[in-house]
């Protein structure tokens, strides 16, 4: 396997070597993950958002060199890596605000049971909301608690669809 396969979008990538890098890619995204979880939690964060941001740019990038690449070797056309790229974004933006709605509804619940109230019964309420809101802007450790679970289950979003989408990519063939 040629290196320049995850960086160059030039390049041929067998079915092997493919794999492997997204594997390779799926574990450094998972050690940005949970060292940014780390950060946010003990430190809130700082700089390393910034910073997580662009890896994770470049991140996707290296995953459409891949896919651009795998196509290539299997001789079909490049267009294609657009595909599951774009689904991978979509499914990990979907986890991640079921993940917060989820992590919200909760928070919700404990305010409400502070507050004596049923949380069904003043969810609709628009006072209620703006008082949770102003509880919620006192206890950003509570809001934090939402980042683990949502960027977690961000990243397995998009890492299952990104494995779904290689092990089809895998089986084309060349025609020669």
């Known amino acids: 396997m040629t290196p ?4 160059t979008p030039a390049s041929r ?11 390779l890619l799926a574990v450094l995204d998972a050690a940005k993950t949970w060292y940014g979880l780390s950060l946010v939690s003990s430190e809130g964060g700082g700089s390393f958002g910034y910073i997580s941001m662009g890896l994770f740019v470049l991140m996707v990038l290296f995953v459409s ?8 070797d299997a ?20 986890a991640m605000g079921v993940m917060l709605t989820v992590g919200s509804f909760n928070l919700m619940g404990i305010y409400a049971e502070e507050q004596g109230r049923d949380v069904m ?21 509570l809001a934090l608690q939402m980042a683990g679970p949502a960027a977690w289950s961000g990243f397995a979003g998009f890492w299952a669809t990104s494995f779904l989408f290689g ?10």
């Open 121 to 141: 019964t003043v969810a609709q309420d628009p006072a209620f909301q703006e008082a949770f809101q102003a509880w919620m802007e006192d206890r950003p450790e």
């Open 4 to 7: 320049l396969a995850i960086v």
């Open 167 to 176: 092990f089809w990519f895998m089986s084309m063939k060349r025609d020669d």
């Open 65 to 72: 060199f891949l896919f651009i690449n795998r196509r290539r």
């Open 75 to 94: 001789g079909e056309g490049i267009k294609m890596f657009l595909l599951p790229v774009i689904l991978a974004l979509v499914i990990s933006g979907i």
């Open 13 to 23: 990538v067998a079915p092997m070597a493919f794999f492997t890098s997204l594997v």
